[in-house]
Nanobody, 127 residues
Framework: QGQLVESGGGLVQSGGSLRLSCAASTFSLENYAIGWFRQAPGKEREGVSCIESTDGSEYYADSVKGRFTISRDDVMNTVYLQMSSLKPEDTAVYYC????????????????????WGQGTQVTVSS
């Protein structure tokens, strides 16, 4: 495994939508669970969502449940995070990372220590 590259962030008004992409160029994501995390200024990094590789099981933080949707396209070697009904409190740098082989176990345990963090993509939601 290795580093992933995030893209798709930007400035959006409250209530708007964005789709983030998470791509790998040096290895296949097919057998890995991928997590999205975010870090707002002055706050700790937090888990947002995770998707498993076996059956595509999805997990979400309570703060984004019903508004965000994670998906994966193993042909495109990309994981997406569709964000809707965005709120100013969603403003943060968003990161994706390999959280483990097949399952989101580490994400579900609240693990924030992974080997390969990318540069992230900035999401800013204006009120």
């Amino acid at each position: 495994q290795g580093q992933l590259v995030e893209s798709g962030g930007g400035l959006v008004q409250s209530g708007g939508s964005l789709r983030l992409s998470c791509a790998a160029s040096t290895f296949s994501l097919e057998n890995y669970a991928i997590g999205w995390f975010r870090q707002a200024p002055g706050k700790e990094r937090e888990g947002v969502s995770c998707i498993e590789s076996t059956d595509g099981s999805e997990y979400y933080a309570d703060s984004v449940k019903g508004r965000f949707t994670i998906s994966r396209d193993d042909v495109m070697n990309t994981v997406y995070l569709q964000m809707s009904s965005l709120k100013p409190e969603d403003t943060a740098v968003y990161y994706c990372v390999v959280v483990g082989r097949y399952y989101c176990s580490g994400y579900l345990r609240g693990n924030l220590h992974y080997d390969y963090w990318g540069q992230g993509t900035q999401v800013t939601v204006s009120s």
